[in-house]
């Protein structure tokens, strides 16, 4: 039985709180900007011949000068709201790629990973904290408290106003506010319900060890994975995409979606090997530890697939309202756009193509805390560019950034360690759990 130690507790709890601290001294500093600074932010990225726009309602309504201060006041005083948005948006894809990747474990009856299926549990339970906080940002958003979501203006979809935006009045089907909401809670609901009836039925196996609970929870798990299948393309529409509605991209909801399912798998390491070093989990060894390299490195050379996929058929186009969502990046976002391969990409491919540095705990560890690193990276790329544009480069951008990782980072570490220590770290009644304690990979 694993005990939460007060030493880590305090921790994450200090984390939470400096976090919320943060968070608070950046949002008033944000709130401070007057005016006049935001029109001297506007003439020193125009002076700088950077001047791409990074989202496509630039290029729509009026062109003259208030205009633009009316765009560029938005865009820096969604600051706050952008920070939170993409820290939240990856921690709870995060947590439900684990449970994606738990339900892929039982549904294919597979028996190597049956020794960690309590931390992979343990970091679903996060996902009804991280839903809340979505909730909390839906509703800041459709109350228009917050404006990171061009499209629920109502002005755009007026054909009487001078703002009206054509190509979003034909999306007005899907794009509306009140569908958005409902879209939102299905998400959430949907994910907090599976986590919880996945974890309860783990444990009636336990208790019963039943063939035919085991079989519900099969069933269980494959129903999670149909669900997740639909709601995680969706919520990357919604949450990510729509950030810029007149751009898509075919292949964005997998790009986003492997991103969070590669620092999910990361997180796994982290947590199991954490447990083994401590003397929780002994039964955790090197071919484990193999095996979740083989899935990290798996999924890294996936998303840099699907990244590369949707930035060649883009760029080779060349067709200007699609080209412009990376050509703003490219001038605006230089330190952190291309960069971010680097972490995401090459770290992965030249330390863990190895089979036998994927049992190094050293190695394989500090990879998984890159790879979460680079993707926190990839989500603020995602999300930072279409909301505020250019001006994030000042002070109150990195304490707001800084603040809203420390603090979901700290309630993701509170929830998943204290689920952890209610949970039996061992599946007793799982038919597979003498597979997975004898496992030996292969080569």
């Known amino acids: 039985m694993y005990s939460f130690s007060p030493k880590l507790k305090s921790t994450s709890i200090i984390l939470l709180?400096?976090?919320?601290?943060?968070?608070?001294?950046?949002?008033?500093?944000?709130?401070?900007?007057?005016?006049?600074?935001?029109?001297?932010?506007?003439?020193?990225?125009?002076?700088?011949?950077?001047?791409?726009?990074?989202?496509?309602?630039?290029?729509?309504?009026?062109?003259?000068?208030?205009?633009?201060?009316e765009h560029a006041t938005l865009q820096v005083h969604n600051q706050p709201l952008a920070a939170i948005h993409f820290v939240a948006v990856f921690f709870f894809g995060v947590s439900c790629c684990v449970l994606f990747f738990y339900s892929i474990q039982h549904a294919a009856h597979a028996g190597w990973p049956i020794i960690i299926t309590r931390v992979m549990e343990a970091i679903a339970s996060y996902i009804p904290y991280g839903g809340a906080i979505l909730i909390i940002l839906m509703l800041l958003n459709i109350t228009h408290q917050g404006h990171l979501f061009h499209w629920m203006d109502p002005e755009l979809t007026d054909p009487n106003s001078a703002h009206f935006d054509v190509i979003l009045f034909e999306k007005r089907i899907f794009l509306n506010i009140p569908f958005y909401a409902v879209r939102t809670f299905i998400y959430v609901l949907g994910a907090s319900f599976f986590a919880w009836k996945l974890k309860a039925q783990s444990k009636k196996v336990d208790e019963t060890k039943s063939k035919v609970d085991y079989q519900m929870l099969y069933r269980w798990a494959v129903g999670y994975i149909a669900f997740f299948g639909f709601a995680s393309a969706a919520w990357a529409w919604d949450w990510l995409m729509s950030i810029d509605p007149h751009w898509y991209s075919t292949m964005y909801i997998w790009y986003s979606m492997v991103s969070c399912l590669s620092s999910g798998i990361a997180v796994i390491i982290l947590l199991s090997v954490y447990l083994k070093k401590n003397g929780f989990l002994p039964q955790f060894n090197d071919n484990h530890l193999h095996?979740?390299?083989?899935?990290?490195?798996?999924?890294?050379?996936?998303?840099?697939?699907?990244?590369?996929?949707?930035?060649?058929?883009?760029?080779?186009?060349?067709?200007?309202?699609?080209?412009?969502y990376f050509f703003g990046r490219f001038q605006h976002y230089s330190p952190t756009f291309l960069p971010m391969l680097i972490v995401n990409f090459l770290l992965p491919l030249l330390v863990l193509v190895s089979s036998s540095i994927k049992r190094n705990y050293k190695v394989v560890t500090t990879m998984a805390v890159v790879v979460i690193c680079g993707h926190i990276l990839d989500y603020?790329?995602?999300?930072?560019?279409?909301?505020?544009?250019?001006?994030?480069?000042?002070?109150?951008?990195?304490?707001?950034?800084?603040?809203?990782?420390?603090?979901?980072?700290?309630?993701?570490?509170?929830t998943v360690l204290s689920a952890l220590s209610k949970l039996k770290l061992i599946p007793t009644g799982n038919p597979y759990l003498h597979e997975s304690e004898i496992y030996e990979y292969p080569f």
């Open 291 to 324: 095996d979740l390299g083989v899935f990290l490195f798996a999924t890294s050379m996936l998303w840099t697939y699907t990244w590369f996929a949707q930035f060649m058929l883009y760029w080779y186009a060349n067709i200007p309202e699609e080209v412009n």
């Open 380 to 414: 603020f790329n995602m999300v930072m560019p279409g909301t505020v544009g250019p001006y994030w480069k000042t002070p109150e951008v990195f304490i707001l950034i800084l603040g809203a990782i420390l603090f979901v980072v700290g309630l993701f570490m509170f």
């Open 17 to 69: 709180v400096v976090g919320l601290v943060l968070f608070g001294i950046g949002f008033f500093l944000n709130k401070g900007i007057t005016t006049e600074k935001i029109e001297h932010m506007m003439e020193a990225v125009n002076a700088s011949g950077h001047t791409a726009p990074t989202h496509s309602s630039e290029m729509v309504g009026p062109q003259d000068h208030a205009a633009h201060l």
